[in-house]
């Protein structure tokens, strides 16, 4: 299985809304992350759980929040979102941070909208 | 600061032409080199990579060669395919603890028949 799975694959929801996207490995990976792209640019990178750690923050506003339950999920948790923060956003997983071989495989992303 | 350049697209070519893209870089120390490929609709994969000066990634008969003299890492196909329209990603990754990977804006490959 060398897949990062990603739900849902569209999300739409109001500014005051709370939802949650999830991210599923079965590679054995430590390392997770969450990026956001918008369109026609590149995926910015969010947050990275190394070892089940929040080891980067890339300065991202409190209404986006990180969980990383255990070694194979992880989660994004929205609230109060804003209309700017419709993008697509991709979680993504290695097997170590640091590494020269370091190889991300990344989920098909979700799609979200902010009404 | 680490960083990485594209050349700007949307770059248009016919079935069975040859295509470059160029990208370079900007970093301390002795990067590793990737090129990311995303079709439409879908995550990002990797293409190629290479970790060390004068190495040569290859996949699907995609080329690029990390160059540090001129801190170059272009990508090369001899003969596209309509299959081959999306848009490639230049990126690296210093090799240190504590470091994420680094993408370039993007070019835009379309293919026609």
């Known amino acids: 299985d060398t897949e990062v799975t990603q739900t849902p694959k569209h999300l739409v929801m109001g500014m005051t809304n709370k939802k949650s996207l999830k991210c599923e490995q079965h590679?054995?990976?430590?390392?997770m992350y969450w990026y956001k792209q918008k369109a026609k640019k590149p995926p910015e990178l969010m947050f990275v759980?190394?070892?089940?750690?929040?080891?980067i923050n890339e300065s991202v506003p409190s209404r986006f929040s990180p969980e990383c339950p255990n070694s194979s999920l992880l989660n994004l948790h929205l609230h109060a979102l804003q209309p700017e923060d419709s993008a697509l956003y991709l979680c993504?997983?290695?097997?170590?941070?640091?590494?020269?071989?370091?190889?991300?495989?990344f989920g098909s992303g979700t799609q979200l909208s902010v009404l | 600061g680490n960083s990485v350049t594209q050349m700007e697209g949307p770059v248009t070519l016919s079935e069975e032409a040859f295509l470059t893209i160029n990208c370079t870089y900007t970093?301390?120390?002795?990067?590793?080199l990737f090129w990311y490929v995303q079709y439409p609709g879908e995550g990002l994969q990797l293409l190629l990579k290479?970790?060390?000066?004068?190495d040569k990634g290859s996949n699907k008969g995609f080329e690029a060669t990390y160059r540090k003299e001129t801190t170059s890492f272009h990508l090369e196909k001899g003969s596209v395919q309509v299959s081959d329209s999306a848009v490639y990603f230049c990126?690296?990754?210093?090799?240190?603890?504590?470091?994420?990977?680094?993408f370039g804006k993007g070019t835009t490959l379309s293919v026609s028949s």
């Open positions: 993504a997983s290695s097997h170590s941070r640091g590494t020269e071989n370091e190889k991300l495989f």
């Open positions: 759980y190394s070892y089940e750690k929040l080891s």
């Open positions: 590679m054995g990976h430590r390392a």
């Open positions: 990126a690296l990754i210093q090799n240190q603890a504590g470091t994420a990977l680094i």
């Open positions: 290479a970790t060390k000066a004068d």
């Open positions: 970093a301390t120390g002795y990067p590793s």
